[in-house]
């Protein structure tokens, strides 16, 4: 057993408890991993509430969290790449949801793992993988070119923060909406920044008077309609929150899939100094009900990362 926060059924972020849950069978392609730090995401209490349950099934008590990063503990006969003692760090999505990363241990498939970046701690680490993989995996499909101009709709969140450093290094020019509170951050990140709401268009249209190439929808809601207006000729959308609005528009939807080149690619660009990760907290799993509470308030700049 470990210790875990975990759902006993669907339900809203204080319905999560903390105590003992088995993990995984230790299968031959598996490590033990003992947890340094777990980033949360939105989809985390997403699946509490039911929302993906159409989508991928799903078996209680369902221990919450897809990111971790840690030490190998313990490796199964099949494993050659991987070694007790090795910083790895992972997006630990599976084809059904009930083992999560929310604990002091966990039990992973090798294959969902990467070595953790060398220059950042293992917590910060942990902010990486979710949200690190998809916009990498959208700024990839999105076949950004040196020049053009990108707009990014939530630049100072989980995926944003990572959404327009990638952008940056394919050589594009990133505007990207945040509250004024964030702008000096973006500003630092080499981005143009405005505010999200009613003055949006205006602005990205003063900035922008020939319109963007691409815009990165990281929010949903109405950021697809605002932007039909701001497209220049061929410009072209992607989503990760408004899939039909993308493909209806003829874009992109992106959800992100496990992939360990792609950890490799982050952790590298990380190593050379070329991405920054942005931890806004830390909660013990004690506190996961505070943390997962004050990420759905929808304000975090960055991550938040529980630490066993
Ligand atoms: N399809 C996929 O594979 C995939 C993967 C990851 C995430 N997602 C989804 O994508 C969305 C974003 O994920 P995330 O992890 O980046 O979320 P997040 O970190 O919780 O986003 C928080 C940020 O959203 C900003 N924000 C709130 N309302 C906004 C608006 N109307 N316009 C622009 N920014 C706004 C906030 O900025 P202020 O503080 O300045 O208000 C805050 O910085 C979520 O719905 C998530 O479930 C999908």
Redesign the pocket.
């Known amino acids: 057993m470990t210790r875990s926060v975990y759902y006993a059924a669907f339900g809203a972020p204080d319905t999560l408890t903390v105590g003992d849950v088995e993990p995984m069978p230790m299968g031959p392609d598996c490590v033990r991993v003992a947890v340094a730090g777990a980033g949360i995401?939105?989809?985390d209490y997403?699946i509490g509430l039911g929302y993906l349950a159409g989508a991928i099934e799903t078996f209680f008590p369902l221990v919450t969290g897809w990111d971790v990063a840690g030490t190998v503990t313990e490796a199964g006969p099949a494993v050659h790449a991987l070694t007790v003692g090795d910083r790895v760090y992972g997006y630990a999505r599976m084809d059904v949801v009930k083992h999560g990363t929310a604990a002091e241990q966990v039990v992973l498939p090798d294959r969902l793992l990467a070595p953790a970046p060398e220059s950042v701690d293992l917590v910060t680490a942990a902010a990486v993988p979710?949200?690190g993989l998809?916009a990498l995996q959208l700024v990839q499909r999105m076949e950004i070119v040196p020049g053009e101009v990108v707009l990014v709709?939530?630049a100072?969140?989980?995926?944003?923060q990572f959404a327009v450093q990638l952008a940056r290094l394919a050589g594009a020019r990133v505007i990207g909406?945040?509250?004024v509170?964030?702008h000096d951050h973006l500003r630092a990140l080499g981005v143009e920044p405005v505010e999200?709401g009613e003055a949006l268009v205006e602005q990205v249209g003063e900035l922008a008077p020939e319109g963007v190439d691409v815009v990165l929808d990281?929010?949903?809601?109405g950021?697809l309609d605002q932007s039909d207006g701001l497209l220049a000729d061929a410009g072209r959308v992607g989503s990760?929150?408004d899939g039909a609005g993308a493909l209806a528009r003829g874009g992109a939807y992106?959800?992100?899939r496990p992939s360990s080149a792609g950890l490799a690619e982050l952790a590298g660009l990380i190593d050379a100094g070329q991405l920054s990760v942005d931890v806004a907290g830390t909660y013990p799993l004690d506190q996961a009900v505070a943390a997962y509470e004050r990420?759905q308030e929808?304000?975090?700049?960055g991550k938040l990362v529980l630490v066993p």
């Not at 990281?218 to 809601?221: A, D, E, K």
């Open positions: 995401n939105p989809v997403k979710l949200t998809t709709h939530n100072a969140g989980g995926v944003g909406t945040a509250s509170r964030n999200y990281l929010v949903g809601g950021a990760i929150a992106v959800f992100v990420l929808g304000h975090v700049r």
